[in-house]
């Protein structure tokens, strides 16, 4: 018997959902890093064994008061978790809050699915702490499974992955079983990218900037696969642009290497990897260029 299911991961941004989908993955798919906002896309990450395919949606967390067009249309795809999944794993931490109103609760509390309650990174956190945090979240909302784990250090994943693999219906692979992602390597070396940008600048620069791979250009060297990346990084202003690029091209430069590194490792091949920077003012309310950064159909 062969079972297939999606199942959709919902909560607040910064609560560990993209941490969780690599720790159950096996591998790195999905960038994470200590500041919110962090997952800008909704990314289907595909398990696959003999008898099983799980379809995992990693979506940005939900953002209440959203200041930009490509925020709204961040939480159009947070939204859109709650429409097609067959589990919803709602995630909070230790350090997470709800009212008892909250709009999100009254949207889970209408779906027919099976809900389970994921109380993230446990490992901070007093028992007597987690105890409580426990009978307050079941006293708040009638979730069908209750979790207590750390996606960083993965505690209690590898019992989550195997009640999912229980839950799930008798169904067909909706995708080929050698396929793990809905997202093409473009795709993933962006994010790579957007993630070292995430690490090693502050303030507003990564979230005024975006990355595109403009040449992913796949050949030989000594024999050996190589791929040459040619990618841009957008910002919304010059100042940004020049700390982007930082005094002699320094900071750039760093992150050149860093990125390169976490391509390399993810494609499993050497690659050349040239970073320009352009500034395209007010990018995160342009239509057209949302639309270019996969922000709007």
Same mark, same amino acid.
């Given at each position: 018997?062969?079972?297939?299911?999606?199942?959709?991961?919902?909560?607040?941004?910064?609560?560990?959902?993209?941490?969780?989908?690599?720790?159950?993955?096996?591998?790195?798919?999905?960038?994470?890093?200590?500041?919110?906002?962090?997952?800008?896309?909704?990314?289907?990450?595909?398990?696959?064994?003999?008898?099983?395919?799980?379809?995992?949606?990693?979506?940005?967390?939900?953002?209440?008061?959203?200041?930009?067009?490509?925020?709204?249309?961040?939480?159009?795809?947070?939204?859109?978790?709650?429409?097609?999944?067959?589990?919803?794993?709602?995630?909070?931490?230790?350090?997470?809050?709800?009212?008892?109103?909250?709009?999100?609760?009254?949207?889970?509390?209408?779906?027919?699915?099976?809900?389970?309650?994921?109380?993230?990174?446990?490992?901070?956190?007093?028992?007597?702490?987690?105890?409580?945090?426990?009978?307050?979240?079941?006293?708040?909302?009638?979730?069908?499974?209750?979790?207590?784990?750390?996606?960083?250090?993965?505690?209690?994943?590898?019992?989550?992955?195997?009640?999912?693999?229980?839950?799930?219906?008798?169904?067909?692979?909706?995708?080929?079983?050698?396929?793990?992602?809905?997202?093409?390597?473009?795709? =993933? /070396?962006?994010? &790579?990218?957007?993630?070292?940008?995430?690490?090693? *600048?502050? @303030?507003?620069?990564? $979230?005024?900037?975006?990355?595109?791979?403009?040449?992913?250009?796949?050949?030989?060297?000594?024999?050996?696969?190589?791929?040459?990346?040619?990618?841009?990084?957008?910002?919304?202003?010059?100042?940004?642009?020049?700390?982007?690029?930082?005094?002699?091209?320094?900071?750039?430069?760093?992150?050149?290497?860093?990125?390169?590194?976490?391509?390399?490792?993810?494609?499993?091949?050497?690659?050349?990897?040239?970073? =320009? /920077?352009?500034? &395209?003012?007010?990018?995160?309310?342009?239509?057209? *260029?949302? @639309?270019?950064?996969? $922000?709007?159909?």
């Amino acid at each position: 018997m062969h079972k297939s299911g999606f199942v959709n991961i919902v909560g607040h941004p910064n609560v560990g959902k993209s941490t969780l989908i690599n720790a159950l993955m096996g591998e790195r798919f999905s960038i994470a890093t200590s500041k919110p906002q962090t997952t800008r896309h909704r990314i289907l990450a595909i398990f696959n064994d003999e008898n099983h395919q799980i379809v995992f949606s990693d979506s940005p967390g939900i953002i209440e008061d959203p200041k930009y067009k490509m925020h709204e249309s961040m939480n159009s795809f947070a939204h859109s978790s709650f429409e097609d999944a067959d589990i919803i794993l709602f995630m909070v931490d230790l350090f997470d809050s709800y009212d008892e109103d909250n709009k999100t609760l009254k949207r889970l509390s209408k779906l027919k699915c099976p809900k389970y309650l994921i109380l993230n990174k446990m490992d901070l956190g007093e028992q007597e702490k987690i105890k409580s945090l426990v009978e307050e979240w079941k006293n708040k909302f009638d979730f069908d499974r209750v979790f207590v784990i750390s996606a960083k250090e993965k505690f209690g994943t590898s019992e989550l992955l195997t009640t999912i693999k229980e839950d799930i219906k008798e169904g067909p692979a909706y995708y080929p079983k050698d396929q793990s992602s809905d997202k093409n390597m473009r795709f =993933f /070396v962006e994010e &790579k990218i957007r993630e070292q940008i995430l690490v090693q *600048y502050k @303030k507003e620069i990564p $979230y005024s900037a975006e990355v595109k791979v403009e040449t992913y250009k796949e050949s030989q060297k000594r024999g050996k696969p190589f791929v040459h990346i040619r990618s841009i990084i957008y910002v919304a202003r010059k100042s940004q642009k020049n700390i982007l690029i930082g005094k002699e091209g320094n900071a750039i430069k760093n992150l050149g290497i860093y990125a390169r590194k976490e391509i390399e490792r993810f494609i499993g091949c050497q690659i050349h990897l040239e970073l =320009f /920077v352009k500034v &395209k003012e007010n990018w995160r309310n342009d239509d057209r *260029y949302l @639309k270019q950064f996969g $922000y709007m159909p």
